[in-house]
């Protein structure tokens, strides 16, 4: 591993030539939002949401139209991003629960920089274990490397409101007064004022609530899109293709609205306190969305479990994308990217390149001039081409899996894969009845596809299988033999007794 004091050279960032000692390398902010969709910021074309703090970011610096999350639900995406890793490979097929976690032989960016120098702050949903039950040896933020940390172990499900779940470095804390995306914001700048040694780097993660559900901000934010303007500019809105309520669920799109305004007010406020410190040349600060938006169900498919206060209040928008949460259809994972680092990325400006949630690991490494991990297979790659402004040409393809679940193994296609313009989706064979989830992953070969060609046809509407055999061919392989990588490398949960 490389010491903390490693000389870095960053080509093309003149800023950055020579990173010589460890009180020179860049801290990291990361902020991730839950649940929100490609096309809930008016930097990303949305007409009705009022977003000016995110807006702002993007002005002061890079603005991504193909950035992704690693997994198309929370927990996968999450483990990605501190790991560099496929999520199925660390053993995320679904959401943290019934045994599955973030096992603790899994290295996490967090640990990397921790040992080489850096101060670690987690604050907001963790997701990748419920150390919240009583009697829990299951690994929390502390154990993955984060020296100071404030979470909960899944959503405010109690409502965002005045928290009661919130732990602090293993001591549960009780209420906590204040909306949860501002109970975060206020933790980790007091976290930031007060370190001990400010001379360090740091490494700060934040994770929100919103716009998850329950989706319930304050009256204020949701009454401001209570309009006739909101009502005409909603009929033009795209849900990603999926089946909306039959019922009437108009009045309570407001809500939806009102939290993503709320969320990028305490965004706003964090950025102002980060500004204050003065160390804005300093700071690289990555926002982004740990999956496509959540869409209301059918009255059918919901059996009368969720009232207005969850899934009804959800209006998020994918844009143009097919699919939602959970679809490995583009919708369900290309999410907002934007990316500040004063002084080295450009202002306003845009990047088209394929960006994905496994690429945080080996970008904050290689600027903070610590050696990737050889231990074990990565999936990401550096950022940096695209920070200097170039294409990043990735070495490979990228894949998606959806999230083992018997509520939504038979809705959606199992896999995807984007090489280029081109993205390949895959089907497993029907699963038994009496079989166990994971021996239908363990066991199952993919047995149907359908090609579609983004740039043409960003809805994946056609299926180019039968027009271009020869590319389905070779991507069919590609995908084959990446599945049969990730059965072989992931880990076999005997807890997770799913039918």
Partial sequence: MAAAGVVLTVPGLSSCQSVASADSRPNFVVFLADDLGYGDLASYGNEIIQTPNLDHLANQGMRFTDFHSAGTVCSPSRASLLTGRNPYRT????????????????????????????????????????????????????????????????????????????????????????????????????????????????????????????????DSYADAYDNERVEQLEKATLYGQVDRPQRDINSLKKYYYGTVTQLDNAFGNLMSGLDSEGEEETTLVMFTSDNGPEAPVNLEESRGEWDDFSRDRSFGTPGRWRGMKRYPYEGGHRVPGIVRWTGKIQPGSINESLINGTDFLPTMLELAGVALPTDRALDGVSMLPAFQGRHLERPGPVYWFFPAHEDTYYRMPHMAMRDGDYTLMAWLPTKDPEQLIMDWLKTSELERFALFNLESDPGQTTDLSATEPELLGKMSEQMRAFWAEIKDDSPYWDSWKMK
């Fill in 91 to 218: 053993g995320f097929y679904y959401i943290a629960g019934s045994g599955m976690h973030l096992k603790r032989d899994e290295v996490t960016v967090a640990s990397l920089l921790s040992e080489n120098g850096y101060d670690t702050c987690f604050v907001g949903k963790w997701h990748l274990s419920r150390f919240d039950r009583e009697s829990s040896t299951l690994p929390t933020p502390g154990d993955h490397g984060f020296d100071y940390w404030f979470a909960t172990a899944v959503n405010a499900f109690e409502g965002p409101e005045n928290p009661n779940t919130f732990f602090r470095n293993g001591e549960r804390v009780g209420e906590v007064e204040g909306w949860y995306c501002d109970v975060i914001v206020e933790e980790a700048l007091t976290w930031l004022r007060n370190r001990p040694n400010p001379d360090k780097p740091y490494f700060l993660y934040i994770c929100s609530h919103e716009p998850h559900t329950p989706v319930e901000p304050p």
